[in-house]
């Protein structure tokens, strides 16, 4: 089993930055993709970024795009996505998301560990 736990949410402006960390225990393995997903009320769960161990790529929803950044610190297992520029609609509770299959399972949902969610709230 792996555990996660996210932490850096909060209350911010329009604006504003924030930035999210994601630690894996137990049985983890650094050669995992890990990546982020956000979920707002009444919407679906939506990929947001994710980051491959194989290469090191990158890959972003559209809509956060040149402003968030993802990245990993292998020795610490630990993903980072630091938000700049945030807005009202990132309003959401952002999950991590980690698996050995690599990147490509992780941006279709189906990573096989999640994170209890941090809570972002952007005020305008």
């Known amino acids: 089993q792996v555990q996660l736990v996210e932490s850096g949410g909060g209350p911010v402006q329009a604006g504003g930055s924030l930035r999210l960390s994601c630690a894996a225990s137990?049985?983890?393995?650094?050669?995992?993709?890990m990546g982020w997903f956000r979920q707002a009320p009444g919407k679906e769960r939506e990929f947001v970024a994710v980051?491959?161990?194989?290469?090191?790529?990158?890959h972003y929803a559209d809509s956060v795009k040149g402003r968030f950044t993802i990245s990993r610190d292998n020795a610490k297992n630990t993903v980072y996505l630091q938000m700049t520029s945030l807005r009202p609609e990132d309003t959401a509770v952002y999950y991590c998301a980690v698996d050995a299959r690599g990147s490509s399972v992780i941006r279709a949902g189906e990573a096989d560990y999640w994170g209890q969610g941090t809570q972002v709230t952007v005020s305008s």
């Open positions: 137990g049985r983890t393995s650094s050669r995992s993709a």
């Open positions: 980051i491959d161990w194989w290469t090191d790529s990158t």
